[in-house]
């Protein structure tokens, strides 16, 4: 459980970090998650891989001050071009017409229609995350919007994507491509940054030793551990700004891309 080799159309498939501080986000992530990091240099500049375990589980790449600090979501797409023109027919802003990256595959960088950014993978050679829901990977994408009804409308269109109200004191939707789970969307807590967009979770065996161990790093901790029905979670950022949540889910996730 954990290694994955492809991931079916419409399911998220890759997470990486544009970081206007890439050598010191290799050093915060590896001290945290214990990822080992390859620079690849290409004509397209230089693009961090972070492995563990000897398997990729996500990328990093310099950012230009104005072009601020974030975590990434892809989801993969049997065609770039096709899933960019729908998506542009049901409303979405294009941020990045698709083009290639060598040797990897094909991307677009889209806004929805209620102002958040998610990323296309075609792959032609990187499928995405091999190693992903295991201590230290990526094992969750939730999406933070104030309006959930138009994001539900708006996935299904273009990716096929059922979507289940999840009871609770705020709205929140879990989204499913047929019987895998794919992620969630709830409307922003009070406490939270109002701004749509799609956040990133990576699992870990305690979340307040995480938590502490972000500080430790030079981080901070936005949202102090909890309880949450599957587990434990914080809301933390790396020295840079970027935030991320940490998770300790004893069960593990559950309707997988790794079979769990």
Known sequence: MGEVAS??????????????????????YGGLFGWQT???????????????????????????ADQGTGWGSSVSVD???RATARARELGATVLAEPFEVLGAGRTAVLRDPA?????????????????VNEVGTWTWNELSTADVPAARAFYRELFGWDAVDVPGPLPRTSFR????????????????????????????????????????????????????????????????GASFSISAVPGGPLGGVDGS
């Open 115 to 131: 102002g958040a950014v998610v990323s296309l993978w075609q792959p032609r050679g990187h499928a995405g995350a091999g190693l």
């Open 177 to 240: 491509l047929g019987e895998l789970l794919v992620g969630g969307a709830h409307a922003p807590a009070p406490q939270e940054d109002p701004r749509p967009r799609w956040t990133v979770s990576f699992r870990v065996a305690d979340a307040d030793r995480a938590a502490e161990r972000v500080e430790q790093l030079g981080g901070s901790v936005l949202l102090p551990p909890m309880d949450v029905p599957v587990g434990r979670f914080a809301v933390v950022a790396d020295p840079a």
């Open 79 to 81: 065609d770039a071009d």
């Open 7 to 28: 991931y079916p159309a419409g399911t998220f498939s890759w997470v990486d970090l544009g970081t206007t501080d890439a050598a010191g986000a290799r050093a915060f």
């Open 38 to 64: 390859e620079d690849m240099t290409s004509n397209q500049g230089t693009y961090t891989m972070c492995r563990l375990q000897g398997r990729d589980v996500a990328g990093i790449h310099e950012h230009a």
